[in-house]
């Protein structure tokens, strides 16, 4: 039991699809991630939510939309992905110090992620 | 910038060998290092780590020291079983790098009866 989990655990979408990847954590964590694992590709992350602050790797196309209602649930909502999109998506979670407060990084905590073909 | 090379697979051997999966790190700082593992189908789960210069991380029988003057952060194991085939993943993440992490490329291991 990791205490992140991902729901859900498959998807195949169209091209024209709207879809929404669900991700929560039990672990009173005040941070959660996305990443995104492609075959023979390093993990890259896509957003950060923290400290209700948002980060975001400006190579992530809009197609992609976060959503982090709260510490404990966020989304990745999809709309008109196109093939390439077709990857494993992690989500993770950590215990964040303040910025500049000198507070060492914990660990992060992964879900088993959702495997998203697009067709 | 901050960055993690592990060195590539895939990696087979047989029961019982000595594994060493090599990963060095480029950073301004002081990072914390990981080693994450990644069985089939599963997301990654944090293996060990270490967090200052000297320390070793250790479980499940798997070492890594963090290594400051070669810059590394070797992930070995004694004896090697069939259930430790997965894909490994060295990752580094510190204030340095805006408590962001930083994921080698994974190398893939399978170890065979």
């Known amino acids: 039991e990791t205490g992140v989990t991902q729901t859900p655990r498959h998807l195949v979408m169209g091209m024209t699809n709207k879809k929404s990847l669900k991700c929560e954590q039990h672990l009173g964590h005040n941070a959660m991630y996305w990443y995104k694992q492609s075959a023979k590709k390093p993990l890259e992350l896509m957003f950060v939510?923290?400290?209700?602050?948002?980060?975001e790797n400006n190579s992530v196309p809009s197609r992609f939309s976060p959503e982090c209602p709260n510490s404990s649930h966020l989304f990745l909502h999809l709309h008109t992905l196109q093939p390439e999109d077709s990857a494993l998506y992690l989500c993770?979670?950590?215990?964040?110090?303040?910025?500049?407060?000198?507070?060492?990084?914990?660990?992060?905590?992964f879900g088993p992620g959702t495997r998203l073909t697009v067709l | 910038g901050d960055s993690v090379t592990q060195m590539e697979g895939p990696v087979t051997l047989s029961e019982e060998a000595f594994l060493t999966i090599n990963c060095t790190y480029t950073a301004t700082g002081y990072p914390s290092l990981f080693w994450y593992v990644q069985y089939p189908g599963e997301g990654l789960q944090l293996l060990l780590k270490?967090?200052?210069?000297?320390d070793k991380g250790s479980n499940k029988g798997f070492e890594a020291t963090y290594r400051k003057e070669t810059t590394s952060f070797h992930l070995e194991k004694g004896s090697v079983q069939v259930s430790d085939s997965a894909v490994y993943f060295c990752a580094l993440s510190g204030s340095s790098t805006g408590n962001q992490f930083y994921f080698g490329t994974g190398t893939s291991l399978t170890v065979i009866p």
């Open positions: 993770a979670s950590s215990r964040r110090g303040l910025a500049g407060g000198g507070v060492s990084t914990d660990t992060q905590y």
């Open positions: 939510y923290s400290l209700e602050e948002r980060v």
């Open positions: 270490a967090t200052k210069a000297d």
